[in-house]
């Protein structure tokens, strides 16, 4: 933004902001492209933040109480935790590495285990134990949706269940 142009001895012109203390040692010779260009209008620019979201999501997001962002987090981040566990114990029972029964029962102490270290990760805001809650809830659906037969994964069926079988 130009704010004044002042002309220096020599004939070369030089941008001056008098907002700023230190405006005459920072000024730079301009040459008449860069007035040209300086002049010209400009289009409005559409602000992006990071990972290329618009600012409006920005603005949106300081709207939300900070603690609802990290227990959103929290949540999202125990959520994909919780299901790396499983589908972890997944693959090591499909490839026989680990029996099913075995697998089964490190799959439930680690589940609990997670739930219960990842707590200091949520707020102390009353609303956290909702979104705390929204895991083992997300984790119970999964279960019983491909129990039910909803959805068919038998490595999980079978790294779950005491006999490999929905029933």
Known sequence: MVAAAAARPGGALALASPSSPTSLL?????SASDLAAAAAPRRPRRRWLVAGVPAVAGA???SVPTSMLRDGGATLLVTAGAYSLVRAFDALTERRLVEQNLSRKIVHVLSGVL???SWPLFSDSTEARFFAAVVP??????????GLGFFSDEALVKSVTREGKRE
Do not use: E, I, V
């Open 26 to 30: 920072l000024s730079r010779s301009l």
């Open 60 to 62: 949106l997001a300081a």
């Open 115 to 117: 739930f219960m270290s």
């Open 137 to 146: 809830f997300l984790n119970c659906a999964r279960l019983l949706t491909y």
